[in-house]
C-alpha cells in the first residue's frame, strides 16, 4: 500500500521533487543539475500531509501536532506562504489524511473521521469560501486500508474521484463533481475471498487498469482487471505463489501498459495492451532497492503513472525502471498460467462461496455472542434470586 508519508512530484521543469514526513518535520529534496538530492525543511510540528499541484502552484496541506490546519502554497518549491484554516485547538485534524482539490474561489477536501464510542469511520467532504467552513457533508461509512486510509486523484478541473474500502473484502470508487457538489454512485472495483494487501490503479484514456495482490491462507495472487466504460472485465490471476508479494504498480510506458509487483523481494513485470493481452512473466533485472516503499506520484501533465517506488535507504530516492528484463527460466513454477473461461468461472465461484461462508461465519458469532449475554443476563438474576431468598430455621 502507498505510504502516506512520503511523496514524488514531477515538476514543470521534468524533474522529481520528494516530500517526506519524519519525525513530525516536512521535508523537501529537490533534484539538482548534478543529479543530488538537496533536503529542507518546510515546516515542523507536523502530523500528517497532502500534497497536490494547481495551475502555476503546488500546495501542501498539513494538520499540525497542536490542532491547527495550515495550508501552504509555492511556486518554486522555495518559497512558501502557509496559511491557517483552523486554529489550535482542534484535536480532529492530529493525523488526519486528506485529499484535497483547489480551485479559484473555493477549497474542496476529503477526509476520514473515526468514531471511537461505535468504531466506525466516516469519509467526509468540507468546503472553504469566502473566508470560511461550509458544514461538513458525510459521503460515506468505510474501512482504512492500511498506509493511506483512502486514495483521491483528480480527473478534471472539476471532477476527482476516491477509492477506499467500503466492506471488508471489497474496495470501491466513487466519482464526485465538485460545483455544484454532485456525489456519483459507488463502483466496486476489487472483490475477493482474502484480504487485499495492495492494489494499483491507472485512469488512461477511457480505461481503468487496476492491479492488486490478493492473500488467502496458503497462497499469494497478483491479479489483473481493466475497467471501460461502466464494465469491469474479469479478473486475470498473472502470479500465484505461497511466497510473500507487495509493491504492485501500474505505469504506462510509450503506448504500453506495464504491471509490475514484487515476489519474494524480486521486480516482475507483465506488458499488458488494450486491456486484454497479456504478456509473459518477465523479471527486471534494473537496479532495484532493497529496502523499498511505494508512495503517491503526483503532477505530471500527461500522467503516465500515479504512484512511485522509493528506495528508503537512499532517502527515498525513486527507483528509475529501464526495460532490462528476462524472461524466467521456469516460469510454469511460478506464473500463473494464461486464465480461461473455465478458470475464471471458478475463481469467481471460489471467491462467491469465501463471501458467503465468512457472512455466515459473522453471523454464527453474532447469534452466538446474543445467546451468552442472554444466558449472562439469566445467572446474574438467578444468583440474585438466591441471595434474597430468607433462610429457613431447622431448630424445632
Given at each position: 500500500m502507498q505510504n502516506p508519508n512520503v511523496k514524488y512530484l514531477k515538476t514543470p521543469q521534468g524533474d522529481i521533487a520528494i516530500f517526506s514526513l519524519e519525525h513530525n518535520r516536512l521535508w523537501c529534496r529537490r533534484q539538482t543539475s548534478d543529479g543530488r538530492y538537496t533536503p529542507f525543511c518546510i515546516a515542523e510540528g507536523v502530523s500528517a500531509f497532502s500534497l497536490c499541484q494547481y495551475e502555476s502552484y503546488t500546495y501542501l496541506l498539513y494538520p499540525t501536532t497542536d490542532g491547527r490546519l495550515i495550508l501552504s502554497a509555492s511556486s518554486d518549491l522555495m518559497q512558501w506562504e502557509p496559511r491557517p484554516l483552523w486554529h489550535a485547538g482542534d484535536k480532529r485534524w492530529q493525523n488526519t489524511y486528506c485529499f484535497m482539490a483547489p480551485q479559484k474561489d473555493a477549497f474542496h477536501l476529503?477526509?476520514?473521521?473515526?468514531?471511537p464510542q461505535s468504531g466506525n469511520h466516516i469519509l467526509e467532504y468540507a468546503l472553504f469560501q469566502k473566508g470560511q467552513w461550509q458544514p461538513p457533508y458525510q459521503i460515506d461509512h468505510f474501512l482504512p486500508l492500511p498506509g493511506a486510509p483512502f486514495l483521491?486523484?483528480?480527473?478534471?478541473?472539476?471532477?476527482?474521484?476516491?477509492?477506499?474500502?467500503s466492506h471488508r473484502s471489497t474496495i470501491s470508487a466513487r466519482e464526485i463533481l465538485l460545483s455544484p457538489f454532485t456525489l456519483g454512485s459507488l463502483s466496486p472495483l476489487i472483490q475477493t475471498g482474502g484480504t487485499c494487501t495492495d492494489f494499483s490503479i491507472l485512469e488512461d484514456n477511457q480505461q481503468m487498469h487496476i492491479l492488486y495482490l490478493s492473500r488467502n491462507l496458503f497462497r499469494n495472487q497478483v491479479v489483473y482487471r481493466c475497467k471501460q466504460g461502466s464494465a469491469v472485465g474479469r479478473p486475470f490471476v498473472l502470479w500465484e505463489s505461497g511466497s510473500a508479494c507487495d509493491h504492485c504498480l501500474v505505469y504506462r510506458q510509450q503506448d504500453k501498459i506495464i504491471l509490475f509487483w514484487c515476489a519474494n523481494g524480486l521486480p516482475m513485470r507483465c506488458i499488458c495492451e488494450n486491456g486484454t493481452s497479456i504478456g509473459p512473466v518477465e523479471r527486471c533485472t534494473f537496479p532495484f532497492p532493497l529496502q523499498s516503499l511505494k508512495g503517491e506520484f503526483i503532477g505530471a501533465s500527461d500522467p503516465f503513472a500515479s504512484e512511485a517506488i522509493g528506495d528508503r535507504q537512499n532517502n527515498f530516492h525513486p527507483a528509475i525502471f529501464s526495460e532490462n528484463t528476462q524472461p524466467l527460466s521456469q516460469p510454469?513454477?511460478?506464473?500463473?498460467?494464461a486464465p480461461s473461461q473455465v478458470r475464471e468461472e471458478k475463481n469467481d465461484e471460489l471467491e462467491e462461496l469465501r463471501t458467503l461462508l465468512s457472512q455466515r461465519s459473522e453471523e454464527i458469532s453474532a447469534v452466538n455472542a446474543k445467546w451468552k449475554a442472554q444466558v449472562d443476563a439469566l445467572q446474574e438474576r438467578l444468583a440474585a434470586y438466591e441471595k434474597s431468598e430468607p433462610i429457613e430455621n431447622d431448630t424445632p
Open positions: 476529503f477526509y476520514g473521521v473515526s468514531q483521491g486523484r483528480r480527473l478534471g478541473e472539476n471532477h476527482v474521484i476516491l477509492y477506499y474500502r510454469q513454477l511460478y506464473a500463473a498460467s
